[in-house]
């Protein structure tokens, strides 16, 4: 099994940073890409950003120049940084491993349990 753990939630005032990390653990060889993704209420989820394990990145637009993401493979680990938040950027935000080769050799997507960041004076 493959299990994420994310860290790295909370609230913060309108222009505040948070960090929020993701770590991968379990039986597995690789992980192709890690990202994250977010979910407000009543609204679907949406890609945040996302990093493959050569480092290219991609960023929602409404994220773009705010938000950074960041993998360390040796540790499986990947990171947002996240700067001048909204209170638009509140929502449960949830990890995910893309295209995960397990020792079985299958390969599967998991996802974090998601951790919550609110934004509001």
């Known amino acids: 099994q493959v299990h994420l753990v994310e860290s790295g939630g909370g609230l913060v005032q309108p222009g505040g940073s948070l960090r929020l990390s993701c770590a991968a653990s379990?039986?597995?060889?690789?992980?192709?890409?890690m990202g994250w993704y977010r979910q407000a209420p009543g609204k679907e989820r949406e890609l945040v950003a996302r990093i493959t394990s050569g480092g290219i990145t991609n960023y929602a637009d409404s994220v773009k120049g705010r938000f950074t993401i960041s993998r360390d493979n040796a540790k499986n680990t990947v990171y947002l940084q996240m700067n001048s938040l909204k209170p638009e950027d509140t929502a449960g935000y949830y990890c995910k491993a893309d295209r995960v080769v397990l020792i079985s050799r299958s390969i599967i997507d998991v996802w974090g349990q998601g951790t919550q960041v609110t934004v509001s004076s």
């Open positions: 379990g039986s597995f060889f690789s992980i192709n890409a």
